[in-house]
């Protein structure tokens, strides 16, 4: 089993920065797709960055592309999410998951095995 466990949510304004953190414990592995996700209310879970295993390489939506940056720390067994320039729209909790098969980045959800419980993100305008 695998335990994620996020922090680094907050409140910020238009514009401003916050970074995200994901600590994996457990059975993880540095072979792991891991993955960021995030809900607005009344909104389906959606994908905003992910990132394969050992040989690195990154996906993002065009929402959130040039924006937002996903890096992991596989020594440490820890992902980032750096968000810039963040807009109301971005507010909503954030997961993240994990995925065992190592060489896709999916975008849906059903396709992680591991999640988080999540941290609030707020952007006022």
């Known amino acids: 089993q695998v335990q994620l466990v996020e922090s680094g949510g907050g409140q910020v304004q238009a514009g401003g920065s916050l970074r995200l953190s994901c600590a994996a414990s457990g059975r993880t592995s540095s072979s792991y797709t891991m993955a960021w996700f995030r809900q607005a209310p009344g909104k389906e879970r959606e994908f905003v960055a992910g990132?394969?295993?050992?040989?690195?390489?990154?996906v993002y939506p065009d929402s959130v592309k040039g924006r937002f940056t996903i890096s992991r720390d596989n020594a440490k067994n820890t992902v980032a999410l750096q968000m810039n320039d963040l807009k109301p729209e971005d507010t909503a909790v954030y997961y993240c998951?994990?995925?065992?098969?190592?060489?896709?980045?999916?975008?849906?959800?059903?396709?992680?095995?591991?999640w988080g419980q999540g941290t609030q993100v707020t952007v006022s305008s």
């Open positions: 998951a994990a995925r065992k098969q190592p060489l896709l980045i999916p975008t849906a959800q059903a396709l992680y095995d591991y």
């Open positions: 990132v394969r295993g050992s040989g690195g390489g990154t």
